[in-house]
């Protein structure tokens, strides 16, 4: 579920990049409003780096690999 952050106030592309740089949370920007990013963890990205290991071992030797 995402939580518009500042639901009655659209925000220019310029101040989002702006404020983001500030901000502990990040945000999308979605036609003018903010919407809460959800964290991620060290086991978020170690999965991640994984499963991109596994796909690029499988792929290795394969004409599908630019």
Known sequence: ???VIKPN???SVEDYLTEERSRD????LIDG??????????NDERICVN???????HLENSPYIL
């Not at 949370?25 to 999308?28: L, M």
């Not at 409003?33 to 060290?42: F, H, I, P, R």
């Open 51 to 57: 499963v991109l290991r596994k796909f690029g071992n």
């Open 33 to 42: 409003y903010l919407y809460a990013m959800a964290g991620v963890s060290a």
């Open 1 to 3: 579920m995402s939580v």
């Open 9 to 11: 106030q659209v925000t």
């Open 25 to 28: 949370v990040k945000h999308e």
